[in-house]
Each structure stands twice: as structure tokens, then as C-alpha cells.
């Protein structure tokens, strides 16, 4: 688990204070001078489980290659794509092409 910032432990205090409060985020934010984006932005931050954390997003390029392949049917070769997290989807032809572009759109 990765260690928390002197930020994260201030807003995860901040949190627990409007907890604390009874008041509604808005106005426990006035009243201490905080925007209310930020507090909204490190409070679901700071709660929000890493398994349900977006990925970074990317450019949205994709590296494509291809590699000879004997078995391939007329001489084609297999496309392989790796996406920018680091997966790579191999064995892509017309028989799977409409699946892996749904994959690969849901990802980027």
C-alpha cells in the first residue's frame, strides 16, 4: 500500500472535520474557506477503493504490429495491439476484429 502524502493525511483530517460537523459540505466549505470542487475532488479521491479508480487516460494510440505467422491463411500476418497500459491483444483477424475494436474501445 502506498504511503500517505502529508496532503492526503491534511484532507483525510479536513474530511473527518466536516464529518465531524453535521453541517453539509457546502457550507462546512465556506465557512472554512474551501472551494467546494476541491474538497468533492479529494474526498472522492481519498474514498473512492483503487480496484475502482479509473486508468490514467491515454493519447488514445494504440501500437499495432504485426509478425509473420506460417499459419496464417494466404501468407497474412496476425495483428497484435498494445494498449497503453501495457496489454497486449494478440491473434487479431477478421474473425475477431468487431470484438478486440470494442475492447479497445472500451479501454481507451
Same mark, same amino acid.
Given at each position: &500500500?502506498?504511503?500517505? *502524502?502529508?496532503?492526503?493525511?491534511?484532507?483525510?483530517?479536513?474530511? =473527518?472535520?466536516?464529518?465531524?460537523?453535521? /453541517?453539509? =459540505?457546502?457550507?462546512?466549505? =465556506?465557512?472554512?474557506?474551501?472551494?467546494?470542487?476541491?474538497?468533492?475532488?479529494?474526498?472522492?479521491? @481519498?474514498?473512492?477503493?483503487? !480496484?475502482?479508480?479509473? &486508468?490514467?487516460?491515454?493519447?488514445?494510440?494504440?501500437?499495432?504490429?504485426?509478425?509473420?505467422?506460417?499459419?496464417?491463411?494466404?501468407? &497474412?500476418?496476425? @495483428?497484435?495491439?498494445? /494498449?497503453?497500459?501495457?496489454?497486449? $491483444? *494478440?491473434?487479431?483477424?477478421?474473425?475477431? @476484429? !468487431? /470484438?478486440?475494436?470494442? /475492447?479497445?474501445?472500451? $479501454? @481507451?
Amino acid at each position: &500500500m502506498a504511503k500517505k *502524502s502529508p496532503a492526503d493525511r491534511e484532507w483525510h483530517e479536513r474530511i =473527518q472535520s466536516w464529518r465531524d460537523s453535521g /453541517l453539509t =459540505q457546502s457550507a462546512w466549505c =465556506q465557512q472554512h474557506g474551501i472551494r467546494a470542487s476541491k474538497f468533492g475532488y479529494w474526498k472522492r479521491k @481519498l474514498e473512492t477503493p483503487p !480496484s475502482e479508480k479509473p &486508468m490514467p487516460h491515454s493519447s488514445g494510440f494504440v501500437q499495432a504490429i504485426s509478425q509473420p505467422d506460417s499459419a496464417a491463411p494466404s501468407g &497474412m500476418a496476425p @495483428l497484435s495491439i498494445i /494498449l497503453p497500459n501495457g496489454v497486449t $491483444v *494478440s491473434g487479431i483477424d477478421d474473425s475477431n @476484429l !468487431s /470484438l478486440v475494436q470494442r /475492447l479497445v474501445r472500451d $479501454v @481507451l
